[in-house]
């Protein structure tokens, strides 16, 4: 039986872990002409990786050594997942809008979802199949800025373009982290690919700063890094986290397609965004999609 307690801190928790997720394209987009994005992925992932370290550092039941042949997975994922989504995330806040970015990217979940029905790891059904053309609908109608008479002729702008290659390649790690079978314990995990995205990043950070300058490093840029790395990275993983154990994997998934409408308010108060009837009517069909998705997965 839950405490009324109890059930007051799981609903609280359901509702923070998106709006932390929902964060990270609105520092991207809030730190525009500040830093360039590879130098802000190196930043985050390198700040994020160390303080977990240290976290983990003092806890016993931490296990930092992987089984055999592991370490090539688990810094590969973490350059894919950490370092080159990270990146295109910020790519494309800085050249479209953060409101787009966490719209596309949601649509992951369809991405996975077509994966396991072709790998025949989940039988389809009409709910799942709706889900996720609902998913693909909203994702269309963001991208060709509602404009689906004349989609042919359109063009995606450079903050569209990129979203989509995160959001292909975010799909491949979380395919990929379903399969992970490494040994490290979760913080050390964290740890490790976090660091792994940093030195990803480090390069493209490198030719950057050559070609621009070093970035900035005053009060506004600190407190907008503080909140990526505090609460969009390390509070975002741990959240999820806890919400898997205090509420389970549905509720979680649930409360985690609720990640774009948290982005589209905090960039309009944050940053100033204007959204559009399209951003509207793609959002709704995108969080649509999302819900069908989890009603089948939690009938099956």
């Known amino acids: 039986?839950?405490?009324?307690?109890?059930?007051?801190?799981?609903?609280?928790?359901?509702?923070?872990?998106?709006?932390?997720?929902?964060?990270?394209?609105?520092?991207?987009?809030?730190?525009?002409?500040?830093?360039?994005?590879?130098?802000?992925?190196?930043?985050?992932?390198?700040?994020?990786?160390?303080?977990?370290?240290?976290?983990?550092?003092?806890?016993?039941?931490?296990?930092?050594?992987?089984?055999?042949?592991?370490?090539?997975?688990?810094?590969?994922?973490?350059?894919?997942?950490?370092?080159?989504?990270?990146?295109?995330?910020?790519?494309?806040?800085?050249?479209?809008?953060?409101?787009?970015?966490?719209?596309?990217?949601?649509?992951?979940?369809?991405?996975?979802?077509?994966?396991?029905?072709?790998?025949?790891?989940?039988?389809?059904?009409?709910?799942?199949?709706?889900?996720?053309?609902?998913?693909?609908?909203?994702?269309?109608?963001?991208?060709?800025?509602?404009?689906?008479?004349?989609?042919?002729?359109?063009?995606?702008?450079?903050?569209?373009?990129?979203?989509?290659?995160?959001m292909t390649v975010w799909a491949v790690y979380t395919v990929a982290m379903k399969q992970e079978r490494s040994g490290l314990s979760p913080l050390a995990l964290f740890a490790v690919m976090s660091l792994s995205g940093a030195a990803a990043a480090l390069p493209v950070a490198v030719v950057e700063t050559v070609r621009g300058g070093a970035p900035s490093l005053d009060l506004h840029a600190l407190a907008w890094i503080s909140a990526l790395v505090l609460v969009a990275s390390v509070g975002s993983y741990l959240s999820y986290n806890l919400a898997i154990r205090r509420t389970g994997p549905i509720l979680t998934s649930a409360a985690l397609s609720l990640s774009p409408l948290h982005t589209a308010v905090l960039a309009m108060l944050l940053v100033g965004e204007r959204l559009g009837w399209y951003h509207a009517a793609g959002g709704a069909l995108v969080i649509l999609g999302l819900a069908t998705i989890n009603v089948s997965r939690a009938r099956s």
């Open 1 to 166: 039986m839950v405490s009324d307690k109890d059930a007051m801190l799981n609903l609280l928790l359901l509702v923070l872990m998106p709006a932390a997720f929902a964060l990270n394209p609105v520092v991207g987009r809030a730190l525009t002409g500040a830093y360039e994005p590879g130098q802000l992925t190196f930043v985050r992932w390198l700040a994020a990786g160390v303080l977990v370290a240290m976290l983990a550092a003092g806890r016993k039941d931490e296990r930092w050594r992987p089984h055999r042949n592991g370490w090539w997975r688990i810094l590969a994922l973490g350059a894919l997942g950490m370092g080159f989504c990270g990146y295109s995330a910020y790519a494309g806040a800085q050249a479209g809008t953060a409101t787009n970015v966490s719209l596309i990217y949601a649509c992951t979940t369809a991405l996975v979802v077509l994966y396991e029905i072709a790998s025949r790891r989940v039988r389809p059904d009409i709910v799942l199949l709706a889900g996720v053309g609902i998913c693909m609908a909203g994702a269309v109608t963001i991208i060709s800025r509602g404009r689906l008479d004349l989609i042919g002729a359109i063009e995606p702008n450079a903050g569209d373009l990129w979203a989509l290659a995160g």
